[in-house]
């Protein structure tokens, strides 16, 4: 399993992530990322990981 998270003093808002994840990653209301699911393996790890690559203030972390 990995832990997802999103560091909030980091993000902008460009919403690569939940462009990208959605399964993995929506948006506050102010456009800011947030966490939808934060216990992830196979598949939807992948899809965080795309998310995590593509955040241009590396805002997301994903730990063992």
Do not use: W
């Not at 902008?12 to 456009?31: K, N, S």
């Not at 992830?40 to 899809?47: A, I, N, P, R, T």
């Amino acid at each position: 399993m990995t832990h997802v998270s999103v560091d909030p003093d980091r993000c902008v808002g460009h919403g690569r992530c939940y462009t990208l994840a959605p399964d993995i990653f929506d948006a506050d209301e102010v456009g800011h990322s947030i966490v939808r699911v934060s216990e992830v393996s196979g598949e939807l790890e992948l899809h965080a990981s795309t998310g995590a690559q593509n955040c241009p203030e590396d805002a997301i972390t994903l730990s063992k």
